[in-house]
């Protein structure tokens, strides 16, 4: 092939190639003659100015588009001459009326005998760029506002080359402007630190630096006029991907104000904290109105129920305290803030608003800013209020704060005052009721442990009554059951003798001996006297038992055995135990421990363990009432009795039951007077009660319960062996 051929070939590849990448380029481009003819347009050209499905190519482009103004015209032939022009955003509005943002260059081509050919023009659309800077340009000018609002600065620290860059509200909160100050940031930043604030803001700073706190310091700064100003930052540190630190940025924004704020409530605090009374309300109008810069303040509460009237508790006139007062509050400001309850300022022409109030006049009053005084229960008391010769900012965010603490402070004063006022009375009227609550408790615990010990008295008289009965026939019966058997010996032998030596008796007699069964009653006669001599012997057991429980005759200290006294108890409750109205029999465990005889009041002894004893056989029916009737098939009740000697030579009584158990809050209350956990009519109350005086009070020992709700109790009791009482009385 020859080198002309491979030239074309390459030229035409080349070409190819050419319009393959204009065509992909998102811009629209085209190439013109000097004729402003068409030689060739990508595919964006023909969408951007709709031309697609169009021959354009040789076609002027003032013939397509006739209506093209003339300066366009004007720059195409300029552009002729050999000038580039471009324009980095021009609107442009489409035949179809939509207006579009475009960037737009157009440039001479130079043909290959160096003469111009024609234009190259190259535009492309960036309205959704406009847009999106027209959003930046606003969130900008937003940003700016807010943070001069709110008196911030921006900063940005080049770590790397020790660089710092202010935007200019940072200036002024420096006191400084680039124009008045042309020194570096940093060196208007380390001047102006207070000399106090250096060493510890430049600790925080290397330890955001190092990564070991973030960076938030508070710091003071002096300005070129020495005014000092208190200022709050906060940065961020920018690290690279191995996490050297290389920027910071943050704000800086001016909390003067509020630091003077504090300082203002801390001396007002400080000033007031240890005062009550009068002393309070004179500090409290003093300071504020020093604080507030204000020329009058006072404190008034309400001194009638429909809340017309106040008086002065203390009045702040200028230079001293004035004299206290009272006013009428219609036509007044205080009319106001008592009508909203809430703030309400008055910023200027004060005597103009109520022209009625000649003490307005007479202070020469021009502005009032005044708050409620609340209770704890939200009743309004009466007002604190300042008032001022010169009008007042309406926007009093910190005074009004003041304002309101004090008001709280001042409200709770009052109440105190009025409390404090009640106070004795209060006092004296609660102790003649302590007195009458207690003599009544214990008249009503005398009136039931009378009727208790009646109850127990008549109970023992008729006890030991009928056993006094039962047991003389009872003892005649068993005297005369051995006499009984030796006759009964002695007949039988006798008949025996008669049938040995008469074997043939008459037929009468013969009848009679077959009629009733001679041999059967001669067989069991013995057993019968025997089983009478064992009923009696158990007549007599329960007889003895009954004298034992019922202790007539011990009202006074005497040595008994405690086991004799349970097992009497036991005896008189045998018929619960055994099970009635259904109720399944309740099994006794007894492990009685080696015990001597104890010095104390057997009746009352015998009267806690009945009250014991009752209360565990009363818990575990409730237990089986409560249970479902499977779980009632394995629940057997039982009650285990256990005594023994503890380490402090006490006797250990312990009643256990498996019953329902009881609640800590029921354990607290169960031996206080008249506490009681059973249906009205099952109980007094007094049970317990009595049985915790008589364990306590006249044994010197000692009665406790522990319980588990679900699963059953114990009451323990712990008496001394000997008497103790003696050495007492």
């Not at 009032?368 to 965010?397: C, H, Q, R």
Request: with cysteine; hydrophobic share 40%.
């Amino acid at each position: 092939m020859s080198e002309r051929k491979q030239a074309e070939n390459l030229l035409r590849e080349s070409e190819g190639l050419w319009r393959t990448f204009v065509d992909i380029t998102p811009a629209a481009v085209a190439m013109f003659d000097r004729q402003m003819c068409y030689l060739v347009a990508n595919q964006a050209w023909y969408k951007q100015y709709g031309l697609e499905n169009r021959e354009i190519i040789g076609r002027s482009h003032y013939e397509i588009f006739p209506d093209i103004p003339q300066h366009w015209k004007d720059i195409h032939a300029h552009c002729l001459t050999g000038v580039t022009q471009k324009n980095d955003a021009d609107f442009w509005v489409r035949e179809d009326g939509k207006g579009e943002w475009i960037r737009w260059e157009i440039r001479p081509w130079i043909d290959r005998h160096g003469e111009i050919g024609g234009l190259l023009m190259y535009t492309e659309v960036i309205t959704k760029y406009k847009q999106t800077e027209a959003e930046l340009k606003e969130i900008s000018e937003s940003l700016s506002f807010a943070l001069k609002s709110g008196k911030m600065g921006c900063w940005e620290w080049d770590i790397i080359h020790n660089t710092l860059a202010w935007d200019d509200r940072m200036y002024e909160l420096y006191g400084v402007t680039k124009e008045s100050d042309t020194r570096l940031a940093y060196d208007i930043w380390a001047t102006g630190l207070h000399p106090d604030d250096r060493e510890a803001t430049e600790i925080i700073i290397r330890q955001a630096v190092s990564g070991e706190a973030e960076y938030n310091p508070e710091f003071r700064v002096v300005h070129p006029d020495g005014s000092i100003h208190f200022i709050k930052a906060s940065g961020l540190v920018q690290r690279d991907a191995q996490g050297n630190a290389r920027k910071m940025i943050g704000l800086n924004f001016d909390i003067s104000e509020r630091k003077r704020q504090e300082q203002a409530l801390r001396l007002i605090v400080e000033a007031t904290a240890a005062k009550t009374g009068e002393a309070f309300f004179k500090s409290c109008v003093q300071y504020l109105a020093q604080v507030l810069e204000v020329r009058y303040a006072f404190i008034a509460e309400f001194v009638d129920s429909e809340k017309l009237t106040a008086k002065t508790l203390a009045f702040w006139a200028g230079d001293n305290f004035g004299n206290n007062f009272t006013y009428k509050l219609v036509g007044t400001p205080c009319e106001k803030v008592n009508h909203q309850n809430d703030l309400c300022i008055y910023p200027h022409s004060l005597q103009s608003l109520f022209p009625d109030r000649d003490d307005l006049v007479a202070l020469q009053a021009e502005s009032y800013a005044g708050v409620p005084i609340i209770d704890a229960t939200g009743n309004s008391l009466g007002f604190l209020a300042v008032l001022d010769n010169k009008p007042m900012a309406e926007e009093i965010t910190m005074q009004s704060a003041i304002l309101r603490i004090f008001a709280t402070r001042a409200g709770a004063e009052i109440e105190r005052i009025e409390a404090e006022a009640v106070k004795k009375s209060e006092i004296q009227l609660r102790q003649k009721t302590e007195e009458l609550e207690r003599t009544l408790k214990q008249l009503q615990a005398t009136q039931m442990q009378l009727i208790q010990a009646e109850k127990m008295s008549s109970l023992g008289q008729l006890v030991a009554g009928i056993a006094h009965e039962i047991n003389n026939p009872v003892n005649f019966i068993y005297g005369n059951i051995q006499c009984a058997n030796d006759y009964a010996s002695n007949l039988i032998e006798l008949i025996q003798l008669y049938q040995e030596y008469y074997p043939s008796p008459p037929p009468a007699i013969s009848n009679f001996t077959e009629n009733m069964d001679l041999e059967y009653v001669v067989s069991d006669f013995s057993q019968l006297l025997i089983s009478m001599k064992t009923g009696a012997t158990r007549i007599r057991d329960i007889v003895k038992s009954l004298r034992t429980f019922s202790r007539l005759d011990e009202a006074d200290l005497k040595e008994i055995d405690i086991h004799e006294n349970l097992e009497s108890t036991l005896v008189i409750l045998q018929n619960r135990l055994n099970g009635r109205a259904g109720n399944p029999e309740i099994q006794v465990e007894k492990n009685y421990g080696n015990l001597p005889l104890v010095e104390c009041y057997g009746g009352l002894l015998n009267q806690v363990f009945m009250n014991l004893l009752v209360n565990a056989i009363d818990a575990i029916e409730q237990q089986q009432q409560s249970l479902k009737p499977l779980e009632t098939l394995a629940y057997h009740g039982q009650i285990t009795i256990t005594t023994s000697i503890t380490s402090e030579n006490q006797v250990l009584i312990s009643i256990q039951d498996n019953g329902n158990g009881m609640s800590p809050q029921v354990q607290e209350k169960i031996f206080n007077p008249f506490f009681t956990t059973k249906p009205v009519g099952k109980g007094t109350g007094m049970g317990l009660a009595i049985s915790y005086q008589i364990v306590t009070k006249n044994h010197q020992g000692d009665l406790r319960c522990d319980s588990t709700l679900g699963k059953g109790t114990e009451f323990r009791i712990e008496l001394p062996i000997s008497d103790r009482t003696k050495s007492l009385s």
